[in-house]
C-alpha cells in the first residue's frame, strides 16, 4: 500500500516536470540581446566613399502611429469599405498601402512585441499575454522604435487607447490614457476615450511620437462578426479620425514632417474572432501616410479601391512583414534599428534618398543587424567582411545556416568590389540577405531544443509506466476497463491528427454516447426496465445529445446553427434564457438552505434545545435558512443580470429596462466581492456547523458526507457566477446528469471512466475548443478592480474549466456515494432481482433495507481504496494525453500547423495536465472525499 | 448459460436461447456465402449516386436491399418459431404476461405449417412482413438512436431517416424473421443476451460500424463522400458483413461476457 502511494506520487510528481521541460524545448528562451541599439560602423569605407558614422537625412521627425485593432486589410482598401478618405489618400499618392502578414498567435500583445521590435514574438508570449502585468513581458528594457525616438534629443512620447502598451512600456510615455477592454459589448466608450485626446494633442509640439490604440472595431468583431452592421459606421469613424490628423499634418507647421501609420495589429477570422492563423487573422492593413509621400508614389500606379491578389481573400497590394515596420520607421525616422529586429526596410520608401549610398548605407546597417542575430544564432559559421575561399562550398550546402552565410559572403562581395558597379544590383544582394535571414530566422525549425523534448516527453512516459503498477485490477478484463483504455489509446492516436485536435469535441460526444448507451445495455443485462425509453442512462443520453448541441465548437463546422444563438434567447425571447437561468439560481439557493438549515439545527444541538430534522418540509429551520441564503443567492442573480447587460446587451431583451438601469447602478466588482464573500462565508459556516456535527457523533460513525455536498453546491454557485448568462441552463441539465447517473448503481471504474468522458464532454459544450481564440475572457476580472495576475489567472481557469470542475466534483459525490436520494442503494446486486416477480422483489427490497447499514458499513471499509483508484486512472489519462500531445508536437515540429494547431494544443494540454489534474482532480476532488467522512 | 440467474436466483423457466444455424439445404448453404458479396456490390454500384445526392441515392438503394435481405432470409434462415434452431427464438417465459403466451401458440401452428410445406414460397410472406416491421419499427426507432448519437435534428430529415431505414434493413430483416414479435428475444439482443450466430452478428456488426462510421466525417479531406450520411451507411454495411462473417463462423455461439 506504501509502495503503491509512492509510485502514484511519483507519477503525479513527473507530469509537471515533463510538462515545464517539455515546454522550454519547445518554446526555447530567444537569445535577445539587451541594450539600445547605435549607429556602428559601416565598412568599406574606400570603396563606397562615405564616413564610418555617416548616417542618412530622415525625411520625417514626427510620427503618428494609430492602430486600429483588427483592422483586416479589406476593411481599408476593398470596393466595401467605409475608409473612403484613406482610399483617397491612396489614389492621389499621399499614401502608401500594404498589407502586413501577422504571424501566429494573432492576438494584440506579440503583435505589439512585433511591431515595436521588429522581431517574431514566441509563442510563450501568448501565456504571458493572459498574464498581462507580468514584468518579465514588459520591453521596457528591450530595443524598439519606442525607446530609440524616446532616447533622441527631446524625445516625448504619448499614448492613447488600449492599456496594453502602458503595460508592455511602463513609465515610457509623457502623457497616457489607457483604456482597458472589459467589455466587448463597448464598442464606443472605448473609442471615444482615445479620440478626445487627438485635437489636443495635435496642437502640442512638445512630443516626436503619439500612439494611438483603437480598441472599438475588434470589439465589434467579437461580438457580431466582420459583417456587423456597426462595422461600416466604425470605419467612416475612424475615417474621419484620419481626416482630421491628416489635415492637421497638411495645415500645421510644427507638424509637417509627420509620418502618419494606420495599421491594424491583427485581423480577424469570419466569426470575428482572433488568435490563430486564418487568412482573415493574419492580413492586417498597413497604411503610410505623408504630403511628402509623393515623392516616392510618383512613379507608382496608385489604385484604390481593389481586389485582393488573385488565388487570395484578403492580400491587397504589396504583402510585407509586420516586422518591417520597426526598421523601416527606423529608417524614416532616422533612428537605429532595435536590435533584436528581424524586419527588412520596406523598399519602397528607398526612393526618398537620391543618393544611392545613402540608401546602401541604409539597407547595410539593417543587414549588419539581422546579421548579428543570425551569427549569434549559428555561431561556428563565418559571417565576416572578408570573402573567403571556401564560400562557394557553403552555397551548395543544404543547411539554412550555411545558406545564410553564403548569401552574406555575396554582399561582402558586392560591396568589396572597387569597379563601378550598378547600385540596384548591391541593394538586390543586400535584400536577399536579408530576406532569407527573415525567412530562416522565423520559421521556429532552427529553435526546437531537441533534447530537451525527448527529455519531456520521456518523463511523460515514465509517469504513464510508473502509473501502471498503481492500477486497480482489471482481472478479467472488465468492459469498464476495456472502455477506458480504449479512450486512451485513440485519444493518443487522434492527436497526432491535425484535425481532430481541432475537432476533438467530436471524439468525446462520439466516445460519450457509445458509453452511455453501454451503461444502458449493462443496466439491462441485470433487469430490464419496462419502460426502457425512461431509463436513467437514457435520459443521461438524452440530455448529453442536448448539451452538444448547445455551443458548436470546432474550426471545420464553424458557425454552424446551435442552440445558443438560436433566436430562442435573443430579443425578445430573452425571458426564457432569462427563466432557465433564475431556475438554476433558484435551484442552488434552495439547496444552499437545505444545508444551511442542517447546520442551524446542529448549533440548536449544541445548545441543548430541539433537534429540528432538516429534510422535514415543516421544519422551522428550513425557513430561517431560506431567509438567510436568499440574499446571496438573489445577489448572484443580479450579478449575473447587470453583467449580462453590459457585456452582451442582446441577451437581456426581454427584461425590464427600468430593472436593468438600476442594477446596472451597482458597480459590478462591488456585486461580484459580495457575492464571492457570501459563498466564503457560507463554506466557512457550514464547515464549522458539519464538524460540530462530526465531534458529536460517536467514534468510529461516519458522518453521510452532507459538508461534502454543502461544499458542492457552493461551487456550483461560484461556478455560475463564472459563466456567460447563455450557458448557465447547461448546469440545469448537468444537475439532471449528475442525478440520473446517481440512480445508476455504478461500479468505481464505470463512475471514473463516467467523470472523465463528462469533464471533456462539458468543456466543449461550453464553447471551449483547442483554439486560442475561443478562450473566454470576459468574467476573468469579476471582483478585481486592478491588475492581480494571480486573482485573474485562477477566474480565468476557473471560467473556461467550469464544466470540468463541476463533473469532477460530482464525479467525487458519486464515488463516495453522497449524491442523490438513492444513494444508500448503490452497489447492491440487483441481478438478484431479476425474476422480475413483485412479491420477490417487495421481500428483496424489504431485505435490502435490513441490509442497507452493513452495506454502508461494508463499503466504507473499502472506500478509501475507492479514492485511490479514481486517482491512479486519473493520472494514468493525465499522463497518456500529455505524453501523447508532446510526442505529437515533437514528431510534427516541422508540420505546416505546428504553430496553429499543435502548439495550442500543448498550452491547453498544458493547463489540463497542471491546472485541472493537480487542482480540479486531486485538490478539489480530495478535498470532497476527504470532507465527505464527515 | 443465462446470465440472468446468477446469485442463486431461482431458476428460470425460459430455455436459454441458441444460436441460429442457416437451413440445411444446398442452397442455403451456397447463398449464405453469396449474398454478402451480393450486398457489397449493390452498395459498391450504387455509391456514387448516394454520394452525388443522398436522399436519391440511398432511396433508389432501399428497395434492391430489401429484395436482397427477402432473398436472404426466404433462402437461407429458419422462420420465425421453425425448430432449425432447436427452439430458438420461442423462448418468451411462461412466466411471462399473457399476451407472449398467446404469441406462441401462433407461431406453434406457423412452426407446423411451415415443417411441412418447406418451400420457398411458404417463407417469401414472413420476409415480406419482417421488412414491413423493419421498416415501420426499427427504421424509426433506429432513426431515433441516430440522432440520439448525434445526427442532426434541425436539417437532413430525409437523410438521417434514410440511413436508419437502411441499418433497419441490413440488421433487422432477418433478426425479425427469424425471432418474430418475441419481446424476449428482442429485450436480449438490447441487452447483448443472445448468442451470436450469423443473424445477431450482422446486427451487431451492423450497429458498430455505423458508430464507427463517425469517425472519417471530422478529418479535413474535403471529400464529397465525408457529407452525412454516407460514411454511416457506409460502416453500417461494411460492419454488417464482417459481423456476419465472424457470427456465422469463428464467434458462433459464443455470448457477449460482461
Ligand atoms: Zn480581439
Known amino acids: 500500500m506504501a509502495a503503491r502511494t509512492l509510485l502514484l506520487t511519483l507519477a503525479n510528481l513527473l507530469i509537471p516536470v515533463a510538462i515545464l521541460v517539455f515546454a522550454t524545448g519547445f518554446f526555447p528562451y530567444k537569445p535577445f540581446m539587451p541594450g539600445l541599439a547605435e549607429y556602428d560602423n559601416l565598412g568599406w569605407e574606400d570603396g563606397m566613399g562615405w564616413s564610418n558614422k555617416s548616417v542618412a537625412d530622415a525625411p520625417f521627425d514626427r510620427l503618428v502611429f494609430m492602430v486600429v485593432d483588427a483592422l483586416r486589410s479589406d476593411f481599408v482598401y476593398s470596393e466595401g469599405s467605409g475608409m473612403t478618405f484613406v482610399q483617397s489618400l491612396i489614389r492621389e499618392g499621399y499614401a502608401l498601402p500594404f498589407t502586413a502578414h501577422a504571424t501566429s498567435p494573432t492576438i494584440t500583445m506579440p503583435r505589439v512585441k512585433a511591431i515595436t521590435t521588429g522581431s517574431i514574438p514566441s509563442f510563450l508570449d501568448v501565456i504571458l499575454n493572459f498574464a498581462e502585468s507580468d514584468t518579465t513581458s514588459t520591453l521596457a528594457t528591450q530595443d524598439t522604435w519606442l525607446a530609440q525616438l524616446k532616447a533622441k534629443e527631446n524625445g516625448k512620447l504619448v499614448m492613447y487607447g488600449d492599456d496594453t502598451w502602458l503595460k508592455l512600456f511602463p513609465d515610457f510615455f509623457e502623457r497616457a490614457d489607457g483604456t482597458s477592454s472589459f467589455f466587448v459589448s463597448d464598442f464606443t466608450e472605448v473609442d471615444n476615450n482615445v479620440t478626445r485626446h487627438v485635437p489636443d494633442e495635435l496642437l502640442n509640439n512638445d512630443w516626436n511620437a503619439m500612439i494611438m490604440h483603437y480598441l472599438g472595431l475588434d470589439h465589434i468583431g467579437h461580438k457580431a462578426g ?6 461600416l459606421p466604425k470605419q467612416k469613424e475612424m475615417d474621419d479620425i484620419v481626416r482630421d490628423i491628416y489635415s492637421a499634418i497638411e495645415n500645421e507647421d510644427h507638424l509637417q514632417n509627420t509620418l502618419f501609420v494606420l495599421c491594424g495589429d491583427h485581423g480577424m477570422n469570419e466569426g470575428g474572432n482572433h488568435g490563430g492563423s486564418a487568412p482573415g487573422e493574419t492580413s492586417p492593413a498597413l497604411v503610410f501616410m505623408s504630403p511628402k509621400l509623393t515623392k516616392v508614389t510618383h512613379a507608382m500606379e496608385k489604385k484604390s479601391p481593389v481586389v485582393p491578389k488573385a488565388g487570395t481573400e484578403f492580400e491587397y497590394y504589396r504583402m510585407v512583414e509586420q516586422s518591417d515596420v520597426a526598421p523601416t520607421l527606423a529608417g524614416l525616422m532616422g533612428v537605429p534599428v532595435p536590435k533584436n529586429n528581424l524586419g527588412v526596410f520596406i523598399e519602397e520608401f528607398l526612393g526618398f534618398w537620391d543618393d544611392g549610398r545613402d540608401r546602401i548605407q541604409l539597407l547595410l546597417r539593417n543587414a549588419r543587424q539581422v546579421k548579428s542575430i543570425v551569427e549569434a544564432t549559428y555561431p561556428s559559421l563565418d559571417f565576416g567582411d572578408v570573402v573567403t575561399q571556401d564560400h562557394k562550398k557553403e552555397c551548395d550546402s543544404p543547411s539554412t545556416g550555411q545558406q545564410l552565410a553564403c548569401k552574406w ?30 525567412e530562416t530566422m522565423s520559421s521556429t525549425a532552427s529553435n526546437y531544443d531537441v533534447p530537451r523534448l525527448v527529455l519531456g516527453a520521456s518523463l511523460a512516459v515514465i509517469s504513464v509506466f510508473l502509473t501502471l503498477f498503481t492500477l486497480p485490477a482489471f482481472t478479467p478484463m472488465s468492459p469498464q476497463g476495456l472502455f477506458y483504455t480504449l479512450i486512451l489509446v485513440l485519444y493518443s492516436i487522434l492527436m497526432f491528427a491535425s484535425s481532430y485536435v481541432e475537432e476533438e469535441h467530436n471524439f468525446w460526444y462520439w466516445a460519450t454516447s457509445a458509453w452511455l448507451f453501454y451503461l444502458f445495455i ?30 458548436q465548437t470546432g474550426q471545420k463546422f464553424a458557425g454552424a446553427d446551435d442552440i445558443v444563438h438560436s433566436p430562442l434567447f435573443h430579443g425578445s425571447y430573452s425571458i426564457v434564457l432569462w427563466t432557465m437561468i433564475g431556475s438554476a439560481y433558484v435551484d442552488v439557493t434552495n439547496r444552499l438552505s437545505r444545508h444551511v438549515a442542517r447546520s442551524i439545527a446542529a448549533f440548536e444541538g449544541l445548545s441543548g434545545v430541539a433537534l429540528g430534522a432538516p429534510d422535514d418540509e415543516f421544519d422551522p429551520n428550513r425557513l430561517m435558512a431560506f431567509i438567510a441564503v436568499l440574499p446571496l443567492g438573489v445577489t448572484a442573480f443580479l450579478f449575473k443580470l447587470a453583467f449580462t447587460a453590459l457585456d452582451a446587451p442582446e441577451l437581456t431583451g426581454g427584461i425590464n429596462q427600468d430593472l436593468l438601469n438600476w442594477v446596472a447602478s451597482l458597480g459590478l466588482v462591488g456585486i461580484a466581492r459580495m457575492v464571492f464573500g457570501g459563498i466564503a462565508l457560507s463554506a466557512f459556516w457550514i464547515s464549522v456547523a458539519e464538524w460540530k456535527r462530526a465531534q458529536g457523533r460517536r467514534k468510529n460513525v461516519d458522518g ?51 467523470t472523465l468522458l463528462l469533464t471533456q464532454t462539458s468543456f466543449f459544450a461550453l464553447g471551449n475548443s483547442n483554439a486560442i481564440s475561443s478562450i473566454d475572457l470576459s468574467t476573468s476580472y469579476n471582483g478585481i478592480s486592478g491588475y492581480n495576475v494571480t486573482l485573474v489567472g485562477i477566474l480565468l481557469f476557473a471560467s473556461n474549466w467550469a464544466g470540468p470542475l463541476y463533473f469532477t466534483a460530482a464525479g467525487t459525490l458519486l464515488l463516495g456515494s453522497h449524491g442523490g436520494a438513492n444513494s444508500t442503494r448503490r452497489h447492491i446486486d440487483t441481478s438478484e432481482l431479476d425474476d422480475r416477480d413483485w412479491v420477490r422483489e417487495e421481500r428483496a427490497h424489504l431485505e435490502r433495507l435490513a441490509r442497507q447499514e452493513n452495506i454502508v458499513a461494508e463499503r466504507k471499509k473499502d472506500s478509501g481504496r475507492a479514492w485511490s483508484d479514481h486517482v491512479s486512472l486519473m493520472t494514468l489519462w493525465t499522463g497518456v494525453s500529455v505524453a501523447s500531445v508532446m510526442v505529437a508536437c515533437a514528431v510534427l515540429r516541422q508540420h505546416l500547423f505546428i504553430w496553429t494547431v499543435f502548439s495550442p494544443k500543448f498550452l491547453f494540454a498544458m493547463a489540463w495536465g497542471i491546472g485541472f489534474h493537480f487542482v480540479g482532480t486531486i485538490a478539489l476532488g480530495g478535498l470532497l472525499w476527504k470532507v465527505g467522512r464527515w | 448459460m443465462s446470465t440472468t440467474v446468477i446469485g442463486g436466483a431461482p431458476p428460470k423457466p425460459r430455455p436459454p436461447p441458441t444460436p441460429i444455424s442457416h437451413l440445411p439445404t444446398d442452397s442455403a448453404r451456397l447463398y449464405t456465402h453469396i449474398h454478402p458479396l451480393l450486398l457489397l456490390s449493390l452498395y459498391t454500384y450504387q455509391f456514387p449516386s448516394i454520394v452525388a445526392d443522398p436522399v436519391a441515392g440511398l432511396a433508389a438503394t432501399l428497395v434492391p436491399l430489401a429484395a436482397l435481405q427477402i432473398a436472404y432470409v426466404a433462402v437461407c434462415l429458419p422462420p420465425t418459431g421453425n425448430g432449425t434452431g432447436s427452439g430458438a427464438g420461442n423462448g418468451p417465459a411462461s412466466g411471462g404476461a399473457g399476451g407472449e403466451k398467446r404469441k406462441i401458440g401462433e407461431k406453434k401452428k406457423a412452426n407446423g405449417s411451415a415443417g411441412k410445406s418447406d418451400g420457398i414460397g411458404g417463407r417469401i410472406i414472413p420476409a415480406v412482413l419482417s421488412v414491413l416491421l423493419s421498416l415501420l419499427v426499427a427504421a424509426p426507432l433506429l432513426t431515433a438512436a441516430l440522432v440520439l448519437f448525434g445526427a442532426p435534428i434541425t436539417t437532413h ?58 469517425v472519417p466525417i471530422p478529418l479535413d479531406w474535403d471529400r464529397e463522400w465525408q457529407k452525412w450520411p454516407v460514411t454511416i451507411v457506409t460502416g453500417a454495411y461494411i460492419g454488417y458483413v464482417f459481423g456476419r462473417l465472424l457470427g456465422g463462423t469463428m464467434l458462433k455461439g459464443k455470448k457477449v461476457m460482461f
Open chain 1, 522 to 551: 449493462s443496466a439491462s443485462r441485470k433487469e430490464w426496465t419496462a419502460n426502457f425509453i425512461l431509463h436513467p442512462a437514457i435520459m443521461v443520453l438524452v440530455l448529453h445529445r442536448i448539451i452538444r448541441r448547445w455551443n
Open chain 1, 704 to 754: 453521510n458526507g452532507d459538508l461534502a455536498v454543502a461544499l458542492f453546491d457552493l461551487l456550483t454557485l461560484f461556478l455560475l457566477t463564472q459563466t456567460k448568462a447563455q450557458n448557465i441552463p447547461l448546469y440545469l441539465l448537468f444537475r439532471l446528469q449528475f442525478f440520473f447517473l446517481s440512480t445508476l448503481n455504478l461500479d468505481p471504474t464505470s463512475l471514473t471512466t463516467t
Open chain 2, 157 to 214: 430529415h430525409a437523410h438521417t431517416l434514410l440511413c436508419g431505414a437502411h441499418i433497419a434493413f441490413l440488421a433487422a430483416i432477418p433478426l425479425v424473421y427469424v425471432h418474430g414479435v418475441d419481446g424476449a428475444a428482442w429485450r436480449d439482443a438490447v441487452a447483448l443476451l443472445l448468442p451470436v450466430d450469423e443473424v445477431y452478428g450482422g446486427l451487431l456488426g451492423a450497429v458498430c460500424g455505423a458508430w464507427l462510421g463517425a
Open chain 1, 226 to 231: 466582420p459583417k456587423s452592421p456597426n462595422m
Open chain 1, 409 to 438: 559572403q555575396g554582399v561582402v562581395d558586392v560591396m568589396s568590389t572597387r569597379t563601378k558597379i550598378e547600385i540596384s544590383s548591391r541593394v538586390g544582394q543586400l535584400y536577399k540577405f536579408m530576406k532569407a535571414a527573415q
